[in-house]
């Protein structure tokens, strides 16, 4: 800031707690305290600052999460609708990659179902068909969510300002019409080593990862930036998400769709250059 001049709005405040976090590795305080209370649009409003940054930076679009699907974790949260975040190509791991330990803070996992579109949805107000219609394939994947704000001591505003809680994500590699799948009733389990952490279904994403993303598809729409052809949507988690530690390797199966892989790198010994 220039000596004399107006100090920081609050969304820049946030964003900028939110962006030393993310450069240092050390996990800030909650935004919450320098927005309006409850205000998402001024949370949503900081992560577009922080999503402009990345892409300033190089960064590129690849589709977008929906998170707070589970009704419990919204009531949680004091809440009754989901919340969006952008993905970018530095966030997407191949499948049974090695995310590299630090590099998603506070790191926890979730199995989700993954849609691929082939057309853009541009309507006002959507349909489940226009959804279907406009989907190439369906995958499993493996969201990493992560959180810059200490002990994941977050609110609504804090989640949606800090992308989604965004970290990284795991695709399959076998894609899936969805005329072969019933995303509603298809199964999940999500193993660390080969014992069963995590265990759900598609019905606990909304009723159907379909009203994801029929939510996110108006959402975007109303917001001026529809879903476009070629974008990934993460529809949300199908069960509980799991703390991840050094080391971890991950496989989600869901039913219909096969299974993906997430490995996680050891944590640097004191005084080791990693």
């Not at 598609?202 to 070629?230: E, I, K, M, Q």
Request: glycine share 10%; with cysteine.
């Amino acid at each position: 800031m220039i000596a004399g001049g107006a100090p920081p709005d609050p969304v820049t405040r946030a964003a900028e707690r939110l962006e030393e976090a993310h450069r240092t590795g050390v996990p800030c305080a909650p935004v919450r305290d320098l927005l309006p209370p409850g205000d998402l649009d001024a949370a949503y409003a900081v992560q577009s600052v922080l999503t402009d940054r990345r892409l300033a930076a190089g960064r590129r679009v690849t589709g977008w999460k929906v998170g707070l699907t589970s009704a419990a974790v919204q009531r949680q949260l004091g809440v009754d609708t989901p919340d969006f975040g952008v993905l970018l190509d530095d966030a997407a791991v191949p499948d049974g990659d090695e995310i590299p330990w630090g590099s998603v803070l506070q790191p926890r996992a979730e199995a989700e179902i993954a849609l691929v579109l082939e057309h853009d949805l541009r309507h006002e107000r959507h349909t489940v068909a226009d959804v279907i219609r406009a989907t190439a394939f369906a995958l499993p994947a493996i969201e990493v969510v992560g959180s810059r704000i200490r002990d994941w001591d977050i609110s609504a505003v804090d989640t949606v300002a800090d992308n989604a809680s965004s970290g990284a994500y795991v695709l399959g590699t076998r894609p899936v019409p969805l005329g072969e799948l019933d995303l509603r009733t298809a199964g999940m389990v999500l193993e660390r080593r080969g014992e069963p952490v995590s265990t759900g279904a598609g019905v606990a994403c909304l009723g159907n990862p379909l009203h994801a993303a029929l939510w996110l598809a108006d959402t975007l729409v109303r917001l001026g930036r529809p879903l476009r052809a070629g974008d990934t949507v993460l529809t949300g988690a199908l069960g509980p998400m799991t703390a991840v530690g050094p080391g971890d390797v991950f496989e989600a199966r869901i039913d219909g769709l096969g299974s993906v892989r997430a490995a996680f790198g050891r944590a640097a010994a004191e005084g080791e250059v990693r």
